[in-house]
């Protein structure tokens, strides 16, 4: 069922409690990344155009129900005004007498940002008390946050309940490219699964089953993978309890006749380091206590050329640790080859692999950066997102 948009709604002169995700990285107390606030401004500045009172919420980090200086969100109202260009308030509470005053003083077109909400050890609980207190605030809510829409936070769900409610329209374009990629996609349609939480993709993987023609899988979730085919695999990451699974996945990918690709070579080191001794070998030839902690150029080739026959890619993961230079050639590989391949739609879903394609400096060529990493794969998996069920449609 269609949510309603902001654009249904009528906010002039209207308190609009507005959810976005400005958990952005931070580097010294300064932003090191500022995509996730610029992705929220269309939302912002319609509601400032269309004479809106806007009171914005976030969470950055994970502060527990503390109030932790260094993730005040000080710097992000700064950052803000920079980038609306007009006065940003900014609240040092999250609720409370000093904000009700604060929200009386506001006029039409003003915007108030209030305090990381995650320093309120109600937010995460979903606490009543507390959705009830944000909604006396204002009018209308509105939720832009879709990087935490997998949440069922007071914020992000709870406050939905007790007002009238829209999505604004990053969270629709977020629906709407990753909701048409997975119910009409352009084939050959091609998923890439990759990083280290095994348990976190497992799901996905078995979702994406049905609907993919290539599912490629690298990072360090693969040697789960690499062990079920019988090879040994050294001290790479092993989820020790998901190799019947693994085995499972392929024998269905095999029926489904989707191609499954896993590594056939690997960069491994005798340590977890950059200092570490490297080399390449087969994947039948991981060497005893040695960690796989790449692709090798010959996997990075076969996925680079199934990526380049592809219609439509969806990328989650990083094929490596490419934080460290000597295991980065093959997320470098991947990036690459989307950014070349021109008739290939290209989704990165969030969280590493955004990181990825940023550090490499191809962000400008990908077709679609979601702005959710966790909130991305679930939308994936085919789960509801509460921050999104909880709007009026
Ligand atoms: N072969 C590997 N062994 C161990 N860690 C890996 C390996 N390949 C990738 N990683 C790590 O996986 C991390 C990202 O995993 P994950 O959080 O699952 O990805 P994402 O954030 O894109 O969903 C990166 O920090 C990377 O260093
Ligand atoms: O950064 C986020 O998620 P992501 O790393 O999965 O993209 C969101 O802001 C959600 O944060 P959370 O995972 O602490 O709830």
């Known amino acids: 069922m269609r949510k309603k948009s902001i654009k249904d709604l009528d906010v002039q002169g209207k308190k609009v409690?507005?959810?976005?995700?400005?958990?952005?990285?931070?580097?010294?107390?300064?932003?090191?990344?500022?995509?996730?606030?610029?992705?929220?401004?269309?939302?912002?500045?319609?509601?400032?155009?269309?004479?809106a009172i806007v009171i914005l919420a976030s969470h950055m980090g994970r502060p527990k129900g503390n109030v932790v200086e260094e993730l005040r969100l000080a710097p992000i109202a700064k950052k803000l005004e920079e980038l609306v260009g007009k006065n940003v308030r900014y609240s040092k509470e999250v609720i409370g007498e000093d904000v009700k005053k604060q929200v009386s003083e506001?006029?039409?077109?003003?915007?108030?940002?209030?305090?990381?909400?995650?320093?309120?050890?109600?937010?995460?609980?979903?606490?009543?008390?507390?959705?009830?207190?944000?909604?006396?605030?204002?009018?209308?809510?509105?939720?832009?946050?879709f990087g935490t829409a997998h949440r069922a936070h007071v914020s992000t769900e709870g406050v939905a309940k007790h007002l009238p409610s829209a999505a604004g329209f990053l969270i629709e374009k977020e629906l709407e490219v990753l909701g048409n990629a997975l119910s009409d996609?352009?084939?050959?349609?091609?998923?890439?699964?990759?990083g280290a939480k095994v348990k976190d993709k497992i799901g996905v993987i078995d979702n994406l089953l049905d609907k993919v023609d290539n599912l490629i899988i690298g990072g360090g979730l693969a040697f789960t993978f690499v062990k079920a085919q019988g090879y040994e695999i050294g001290d790479s990451l092993l989820e020790e309890d998901k190799i019947e699974l693994a085995k499972t996945f392929m024998e269905k990918a095999a029926s489904k006749g989707v191609k499954f690709l896993l590594p056939i070579d690997a960069i491994v080191?005798?340590?977890?380091?950059?200092?570490?001794?490297?080399?390449?070998?087969?994947?039948?030839?991981?060497?005893?206590?040695w960690l796989a902690l790449d692709i090798?150029?010959?996997?990075?080739?076969?996925?680079?050329?199934?990526?380049?026959?592809?219609?439509?890619?969806?990328?989650?993961?990083?094929?490596?640790?490419?934080?460290?230079?000597?295991?980065?050639?093959?997320?470098?590989?991947?990036?690459e080859a989307l950014a070349e391949a021109e008739n290939t739609y290209s989704i990165i879903g969030g969280g590493d692999s955004a990181r990825a394609v940023e550090h490499f400096s191809l962000s400008e060529k990908m077709d679609h950066i979601s702005t959710g990493g966790g909130a991305s794969l679930e939308f994936m998996e085919g789960k509801d997102l509460p921050g999104i069920a909880a709007l009026d449609e």
Request: net charge negative; with cysteine; charged share 25%.
């Open 17 to 51: 409690f507005c959810r976005v995700d400005f958990n952005v990285p931070m580097n010294d107390g300064t932003i090191a990344d500022d995509t996730r606030i610029r992705a929220a401004l269309p939302t912002i500045r319609h509601l400032v155009d269309q004479g």
């Open 106 to 145: 506001l006029e039409a077109g003003d915007i108030l940002l209030l305090e990381n909400v995650r320093f309120h050890p109600g937010e995460e609980k979903n606490d009543e008390e507390l959705a009830k207190a944000f909604a006396e605030l204002a009018d209308i809510y509105v939720n832009d946050a």
């Open 185 to 194: 996609p352009a084939r050959p349609f091609t998923a890439i699964i990759g």
């Open 269 to 289: 080191a005798d340590a977890f380091s950059e200092q570490a001794n490297v080399k390449v070998v087969d994947i039948d030839s991981i060497p005893d206590g």
């Open 296 to 335: 090798g150029p010959k996997t990075a080739e076969l996925y680079s050329n199934v990526i380049k026959d592809s219609k439509l890619v969806i990328w989650n993961g990083p094929m490596g640790v490419f934080e460290m230079e000597p295991f980065a050639q093959g997320t470098k590989a991947v990036a």
